[in-house]
């Protein structure tokens, strides 16, 4: 059951966007000599790119992405077996529980091992690369990963089950939940101190701090950090035979293996294994809760006001797409009528978008705009506009996604104008991520902040391109929230490089991307959700 689950993992589009950003961290990990980027570095010194800095620097890294981001990958195990009928079948056997939870949580570290796997292998080509000392150690190079990463994976995999089997965190709110979590748990663990190792950044950090002292190197208040950080000038290297693992700290490590084992058969004290006799309460069908609306974030078309809520995965009630017809256009593009009949498509689309949005989302949206209108500029941008811009990341990963997931795209695809349809549904997207941030575009727009109005402009095309994009080409909403939670991560702890909203300020001026690339790459995501559409259309026909 756990190689199944890991043959299916691998062939999906999140896995390989997840390995090629792990591997693009793993270049960031090492950077050229000359760089002003580091992951790893003691005040403005790293050590020399042999074997044992290379493969720490790389682990260390990988273990910050693929505790974050890897999760996104791994935690739809039981809910697919869910959503596939495969949950019924399991309900009949005689599997315990217990081993069944044991399974999914070996099939989660097998994917996540393949990835840690894959960045492992990429470590002697940097060391070659990079070139200041080509004798290659493998046994120095691939320790970092086996004690500091791996025994890390175990403790994802296993909250992943564990999410999976408490009705609140099994839904979208688990995604947000984690991008929370699992940064305060990693900060935490880069204490020498913390339980189980933490990061195991204890070993490494006070090795380094003694081959520094070892050649008369004061430090001069200057500590050791791990993250994407810029720095003013080239780290300057000294030879390092890295850290030594003792047998306390192995165990430590072994500990927090176990400890993994065991938070992820815990659920067996409540999970049910599907079985609806046994009041599982999991729900029927693809998330459907049993009231019959389907909770906030899975892209279902909510039933209307006055019409009896629809089994989940039936055709919508017709009431629900009277908005979306007459629009006078033409089968595949725009046409005569696009005025009229397009404003009637984006009120429809609008109205589905909201359909099941909770009071509480809006009191939430509420306060943040009026706090938004409320602050200072610069706190406006720098705190309440990430604050803003990731309330409605639920929503938004409904975009491009809810017709596959909901078993629309038949009777969509019957619908006589397409691309006007896809465009309608960006641009409730858009109206979205106008909505949650205008206070703080209010703001700018008040000090005569041209630069941040245009930043904040084209924010708020991007996002709404990306969903549509990542649901068009994966067919769910998941892959959006994998990717755009850690991509507002990076944007909040300062990486300008990535900053589509305008965040990151140097001298009271935006320092990120140009609006106009920011806005150019929204236009060709568009690009890329039509023509998926298109070509999904044309294979059906």
Same mark, same amino acid.
């Given at each position: 059951m756990a190689l199944g689950d890991f043959?299916?993992?691998? @062939?999906?589009?999140?896995?390989?966007?997840?390995?090629?950003?792990?591997?693009?961290?793993?270049?960031?990990?090492?950077?050229?000599?000359?760089?002003?980027?580091?992951?790893?570095?003691?005040?403005?010194?790293?050590?020399?790119?042999?074997?044992?800095?290379?493969?720490?620097?790389?682990?260390?890294?990988?273990?910050?992405?693929?505790?974050?981001?890897?999760?996104?990958?791994?935690?739809?195990?039981?809910?697919?077996?869910?959503?596939?009928?495969?949950?019924?079948?399991?309900?009949?056997?005689?599997?315990?529980?217990?081993?069944?939870?044991?399974?999914?949580?070996?099939?989660?570290?097998?994917?996540?091992?393949?990835?840690?796997?894959?960045?492992?292998?990429?470590?002697?080509?940097?060391?070659?690369? @990079?070139?200041?000392?080509?004798?290659?150690?493998?046994?120095?190079?691939?320790?970092?990963?086996?004690?500091?990463?791996?025994?890390?994976?175990?403790?994802?995999?296993?909250?992943?089950?564990?999410?999976?089997?408490?009705?609140?965190?099994?839904?979208?709110?688990?995604?947000?939940?984690?991008?929370?979590?699992?940064?305060?748990?990693?900060?935490?663990?880069? $204490?020498p101190g913390a339980p189980f190792g933490g990061l195991g950044l204890g070993p490494a950090a006070a090795s380094l701090s003694d081959g520094l002292a070892a050649r008369g190197v004061e430090l001069g208040g200057e500590e050791f950090s791990l993250g994407l950080t810029r720095v003013d000038a080239p780290l300057e290297p000294f030879p390092w035979d890295g850290a030594a693992f003792g047998a306390g700290f192995l165990t430590q490590r072994l500990l927090l293996v176990v400890?993994?084992?065991?938070?992820?058969?815990?659920?067996?004290?409540?999970?049910?294994?599907f079985d609806p006799a046994r009041g599982a309460g999991r729900g029927a069908g693809r998330g459907a809760d049993r009231g019959g609306r389907v909770p906030l974030g899975t892209g279902a078309v909510p039933a209307g006001p006055t019409t009896p809520a629809a089994p989940a995965g039936a055709p919508v009630p017709a009431p629900a797409l009277r908005p979306l017809v007459g629009t006078g256009t033409t089968a595949d593009g725009f046409g005569s009528g696009f005025g009229a009949g397009f404003g009637r498509l984006l009120a429809g689309e609008v109205r589905i978008l909201f359909g099941d949005t909770s009071r509480w989302w809006w009191l939430g949206a509420a306060v943040l705009g009026l706090v938004g209108l409320a602050?200072?500029?610069?706190?406006?941008?720098?705190?309440?506009?990430?604050?803003?811009?990731?309330?409605?990341?639920?929503?938004?990963?409904?975009?491009?996604?809810?017709?596959?997931?909901?078993?629309?795209?038949?009777?969509?695809?019957?619908?006589?104008?397409a691309r006007s349809r896809l465009v309608a549904e960006w641009a409730s997207g858009v109206v979205l991520t106008a909505l949650v941030g205008a206070g703080v575009l209010v703001r700018l727009v008040a000090a005569g902040d041209a630069d941040g109005t245009a930043a904040w402009a084209a924010g708020a095309l991007f996002v709404p391109s990306l969903a549509l994009a990542l649901g068009a080409l994966s067919r769910t909403h998941r892959l959006f929230q994998a990717l755009y939670l850690p991509l507002w991560y990076l944007v909040v702890n300062q990486v300008?490089?990535?900053?589509?909203?305008?965040?990151? @300020?140097?001298?009271?001026?935006?320092?990120?991307?140009?609006?106009?690339?920011?806005?150019?790459?929204?236009?060709?995501?568009?690009?890329?959700?039509?023509?998926? $559409?298109?070509?999904?259309?044309?294979?059906?026909?």
């Open positions: 043959r299916d993992r691998v @062939r999906r589009p999140a896995y390989a966007v997840t390995l090629l950003a792990a591997v693009g961290l793993g270049l960031l990990a090492v950077p050229p000599a000359d760089g002003h980027w580091a992951i790893l570095a003691l005040g403005s010194h790293r050590g020399e790119y042999n074997s044992a800095y290379v493969g720490t620097a790389t682990a260390l890294a990988g273990a910050l992405w693929l505790t974050l981001g890897g999760f996104y990958v791994v935690r739809k195990g039981l809910g697919r077996d869910e959503e596939t009928g495969v949950g019924l079948l399991l309900a009949a056997t005689p599997l315990r529980t217990a081993d069944l939870l044991l399974a999914k949580f070996l099939g989660n570290l097998l994917v996540l091992g393949s990835m840690l796997g894959v960045l492992a292998l990429t470590t002697p080509a940097l060391q070659l690369v @990079r070139g200041e000392d080509r004798a290659v150690d493998p046994l120095a190079l691939l320790t970092p990963f086996l004690v500091l990463t791996l025994p890390l994976l175990a403790m994802t995999a296993a909250v992943a089950v564990l999410f999976e089997t408490v009705p609140l965190l099994r839904t979208g709110l688990g995604n947000v939940a984690w991008i929370v979590l699992a940064p305060a748990l990693l900060i935490a663990g880069e $204490s400890l993994a084992v065991g938070v992820a058969v815990l659920p067996a004290l409540w999970f049910h294994r602050v200072p500029p610069e706190v406006g941008v720098g705190v309440l506009l990430p604050a803003a811009w990731v309330w409605p990341v639920l929503l938004w990963s409904r975009l491009g996604s809810r017709a596959a997931e909901y078993g629309l795209e038949v009777l969509l695809g019957a619908y006589p104008a300008a490089a990535l900053d589509f909203m305008g965040t990151v @300020r140097r001298a009271g001026q935006p320092a990120g991307p140009s609006p106009l690339l920011v806005a150019a790459a929204a236009l060709v995501l568009l690009g890329v959700a039509l023509l998926t $559409s298109s070509a999904r259309r044309a294979a059906r026909a």
